[in-house]
């Protein structure tokens, strides 16, 4: 909604949890009222709210003729029948209001977003959202900051106000924007010194200048924040193998990287591109070269009696019918064990035999092992050809757009990978021409697994997803994907990296794209976040957010406080 400065808000609290989705905006400075639904009668609400930067924010009591002529009472968040509580939005960002519902005895979260006033003291200028007009700069293209000022007064006369500029950062080894060599290191294209500087005196010699061109210009500025992915020279990840996804701890890669390393063999063994251009033949020839991997990949997946777990849920199980649509619903795999991988809750599929009659008490272990055995003969080796059809056709896709389709990339057959490899080998001294033991730490730690995105569906857990094995990824083989885990103590080393990246960006710009956005881990975002606004209260934040659902969009835009959405062109319906 459009604002006024200081204006007024009612929002009513409900008993719908559905609120939580439901995306409510106002402007910094703008004063919100608590109304209690009269769906609660004469129940109390005790209701809590958080700003930006994880504070709690002080709720005040309403004044007596603000909603009606009853006198409210207001006692450490607790308000009484048809009252009323308000709080001011003194930053820009999302404020997390939090009640619990008498009805349902559980706790309900809605969220207020407050856009920014961006403001600056030194040129005395003011702008809301709904005045920017930005263009974007490749900085790798602005040349020195020297320059910086006649390029950027260009942009002013043009009838822009801000300026996206991409990562200021040194870039990877293959120049991409978005592929940085360090997140701790700025550009030698910005011409700061002669490369002799500290990172702190470069950041303060480039915080100076730009502040110079602000204030000249009274253009304002934004920059990528890049939270996924470093590039694969990057070498201080080496010392924190548990900051990026690897063989060691995430196993259920291991498949897709011997389908990669496989792939990887037969590209290097093609003469030329009269060898791609019968897309049929070459697929059946990568499918004969894949099956070299057929018998590996079965005794990953193959039932092991003995290999037992105790999670299996019998409601889930109740309604099938067959012995085979059980074991396949109760079956998990252990990617740790390079042999019978496969398990079941052996105990769970005992009961539903003897309860559906297939078995009694005293033959079931017999048609257990059975039942399995047969599992491990037909499905396992169905599962595996199914798997290698899959992969053949998502090359067969890559191939064909890169070399073959005339409305393709038509690349030079040779000049660049048939495909691009998934995974990128960081030690020199292990090759892969011979068998690497994936089960030893020193090893598996040494496979980082390349970033990439996913048509459709975004890959929201490493530790389940198949889209790596069945090749559904548009990788980027320049860049390492990073690995934040659940919380802090699993990857200190990176949460502390990027948290100081955040903040001396915040320093500086105005407001933030945030690169990737639908592929952040959430928790990532929204504390990287909380630690900008900390920096900067009035900060500006866009996102590159490609989920393809409203609803997963309203979640993410509130939590994260995202202010602007950065949609693909498909989608830009208008």
């Avoid at 005790?46 to 009853?70: Q, Y």
């Avoid at 106000?161 to 991409?176: A, D, K, R, W």
């Avoid at 602000?214 to 253009?219: G, N």
């Avoid at 490609?546 to 609803?551: H, Q, R, Y």
């Amino acid at each position: 909604m459009a604002s006024s400065p200081s204006s007024r808000h009612v929002l009513q609290l409900t008993n719908n949890p559905e609120d939580k989705i439901k995306i409510y905006r106002i402007q910094t400075g703008d004063t919100v009222y608590l109304s209690k639904s009269c769906e609660f009668g004469e129940f109390d609400l005790c209701i809590s709210c958080k700003d930006p930067t994880d504070k709690v924010v002080a709720l005040s009591k309403t004044k007596a003729d603000t909603f009606s002529d009853r006198v409210y009472e207001y006692d450490n968040g607790s308000f009484g029948a048809l009252t009323s509580c308000s709080f001011v939005a003194t930053i820009a960002g999302p404020y997390a209001i939090t009640y619990k519902s008498p009805l349902r005895g559980e706790n309900i979260s809605i969220t207020v977003l407050a856009d920014p006033v961006i403001k600056c003291d030194i040129i005395g200028v003011t702008m809301s959202i709904d005045q920017i007009a930005v263009q974007t700069h490749l900085t790798k293209c602005c040349g020195g900051m020297d320059e910086w000022e006649e390029v950027f007064e260009v942009t002013k006369e043009s009838g822009y106000n801000m300026v996206h500029l991409t990562p200021i950062q040194e870039l990877g080894v293959s120049q991409s924007s978005y592929s940085l060599h360090s997140h701790l290191k700025l550009s030698k294209s910005l011409k700061l010194g002669d490369g002799a500087l500290s990172y702190e005196m470069e950041m303060q010699r480039f915080g100076k200048k730009l502040k110079e061109i602000h204030k000249s210009t009274e253009l304002f500025f934004l920059t990528d924040l890049v939270w996924n992915h470093v590039s694969i020279c990057n070498t201080d990840i080496n010392k924190h193998p548990e900051s990026y996804y690897n063989l060691h701890n995430t196993p259920n890669l291991i498949p897709a990287y011997l389908i990669d390393r496989s792939i990887a063999k037969f590209a290097n063994n093609l003469k030329g591109i009269a060898e791609v251009r019968d897309l049929r033949s070459f697929g059946e020839r990568l499918k004969n070269h894949l099956c070299e991997l057929k018998e590996s990949l079965e005794m990953i997946y193959r039932l092991d009696y003995l290999n037992s777990r105790d999670d299996g849920d019998m409601k889930a199980i109740d309604c099938l019918d067959k012995p085979s649509d059980v074991i396949f619903e109760l079956w998990k795999v252990d990617y740790k064990r390079e042999r019978n991988g496969g398990t079941i809750d052996v105990d769970i599929f005992k009961k539903w035999l003897i309860n559906k009659g297939f078995a009694s008490s005293q033959d079931v272990v017999g048609i257990v092992r059975s039942e399995m055995d047969l599992f491990n003969d037909t499905f396992v080796p169905r599962y595996v050809d199914q798997l290698f059809n899959q992969v053949v056709e998502a090359v067969i896709g890559t191939v064909k757009h890169r070399f073959v389709d005339p409305n393709g990339l038509k690349l030079e057959f040779g000049a660049v990978n048939l495909v691009d490899r998934y995974f990128h080998v960081s030690d020199t001294s292990l090759s892969e021409e011979f068998e690497l033991d994936l089960y030893s730490q020193k090893h598996a730690e040494r496979i980082k697994t390349c970033n990439g995105w996913t048509c459709g569906e975004s890959i929201t857990d490493m530790n389940t997803t198949m889209a790596y094995t069945r090749r559904e990824v548009v990788i980027w083989g320049d860049s390492v994907k990073l690995r934040y885990g659940e919380a802090k103590s699993d990857s200190p080393w990176l949460w502390g990296y990027m948290e100081r990246y955040t903040k001396e960006m915040a320093k500086i710009f105005h407001g933030f794209r945030i690169d990737n956005c639908h592929n952040t881990p959430l928790h990532v975002g929204v504390e990287m976040l909380k630690c900008a606004h900390r920096v900067r209260p009035n900060l500006y934040v866009v996102a590159e957010l490609f989920t393809g659902s409203e609803e997963k969009d309203s979640r993410i835009i509130n939590a994260m406080g995202i202010t602007s959405c950065i949609r693909e062109l498909s989608q830009a319906h208008s």
